[in-house]
């Protein structure tokens, strides 16, 4: 696992091993409008996790996942903010998110 400094960085890292995919939450689910894939918590593993902390604003703290889905064998990232400010996730995809492979 890399050792990156900044959110920037890390997504930059992850692109050139492959994971080209932008994942979003939408409904409990992740889901990428390019390829219009839609990932179950069952679809995919969670290849390696980043977390930041913003400096001076809590509000700029984010976690990189690292994404892999053998189903439709793409591999992408999904940006989540933590703390006061996360998105509302679904308890079921929370648990797969917090288990990396």
């Known amino acids: ?3 990156y400094q900044t959110l920037v960085e890390a997504l930059d890292g992850l692109k050139k091993q492959g994971y080209t995919l932008d ?3 939408a409904n409990g689910v992740l889901h990428n409008s390019t390829e219009n894939i839609v990932l ?5 593993s969670i290849k390696a996790i980043y977390r930041f902390e913003g400096m001076s604003d809590p509000g700029d703290n984010s976690i990189v996942y690292a ?6 064998n793409v591999k992408g990232v999904f940006v ?8 509302d996730i679904s308890e079921e995809l929370l648990k797969k998110l917090n288990t990396p492979e």
Not at 40 to 44: A, H, K, M
């Open 67 to 72: 994404i892999s889905a053998d189903k439709y």
């Open 80 to 87: 989540n903010g933590y703390g006061v400010y996360s998105d």
């Open 40 to 44: 179950q918590p069952e679809d995919f």
């Open 23 to 25: 994942f979003n939450l």
């Open 1 to 3: 696992m890399e050792n």
